[in-house]
């Protein structure tokens, strides 16, 4: 149980596009997603928080309107990155909490997206 | 900030217990010890987590030292599969809420034969 699934697994774009990601929990309710970024060789930096419903609240330095993410159901939420440059290019991973008896699990993360801004 | 300091990088051999410390010392009493690890572009497994009795389950098993402040991972018998990043994270729990997870820099972990 606990299965995230993240799709696209990579995706190549060109700068001044945009692109989205979604984040699906596949077999629990996930009250609570995140998201995080991740450049080679360093750790991951969590993005924002989103509570299905509701906005998502951004992590200081994060611009909400370039990282736009959506939480309408409990199962789904996406990041859509717009007008993506080349330093957008980057790992970029959910991670997805459910409430209730889950609470003590922690977070099941997705396998990532690899985003390529040429 | 990560509340946690793990060494950059370990070495172990195949088939030898990996003993994995973190130093949480500013740890609080609503917060828990949880252990990832990432394997190399995928995204981070949860592996074990506790709040002050040791732990134990099917990948690793997690000892806390009495006053909180550190604790360490071990992989009983590691194999090549498990040469990943580690990372060692506190995180609240307080009644049906949850905190988020804040990464430090993890410990990476290589198993050679």
């Known amino acids: 149980g606990a299965v995230v699934s993240q799709h696209p697994s990579w995706v190549i774009c060109k700068s001044g596009t945009s692109v989205k990601i979604e984040c699906r929990s596949l077999d629990f309710q996930a009250t609570t997603m995140f998201w995080y970024r991740q450049f080679p060789k360093q750790s991951l930096m969590l993005m924002a928080t989103s509570n299905e419903g509701s906005k998502a609240t951004y992590e200081q330095g994060v611009e909400k309107d370039k990282f736009l993410i959506n939480h309408a159901s409990l199962t789904l939420s996406t990041l859509t990155v717009t007008s993506a440059h080349p330093e957008d290019s980057s790992f970029y991973i959910c991670?997805?909490?459910?409430?209730?008896?889950?609470?003590?699990?922690?977070?099941?993360f997705g396998s990532g997206t690899r985003l390529t801004v040429v | 900030d990560a509340k946690t300091t793990q060494p950059p990088s370990m070495d172990c051999a195949e088939g030898r217990a990996a003993n994995l410390p973190c130093n949480h010392s500013?740890?609080?009493?609503?917060?828990?010890v949880y252990w990832y690890r990432q394997i190399h572009s995928q995204g981070p497994q949860y592996i074990i987590h506790g709040l002050k009795n040791n732990e134990t389950n099917e990948m690793a098993s997690l000892i806390i030292t009495e006053d909180r402040k550190s604790s360490t991972l071990i992989l009983p018998h590691a194999t090549l599969r498990d040469t990943a990043v580690y990372y060692c994270?506190?995180?609240?729990?307080?009644?049906?809420?949850?905190?988020?997870?804040?990464f430090g820099k993890g410990t990476k972990l290589s198993v050679k034969p």
């Open positions: 994270i506190v995180r609240v729990i307080w009644g049906g809420s949850q905190g988020n997870l804040i």
């Open positions: 500013t740890i609080s009493g609503n917060e828990y």
């Open positions: 991670s997805a909490g459910g409430g209730g008896a889950r609470v003590n699990y922690g977070y099941t």
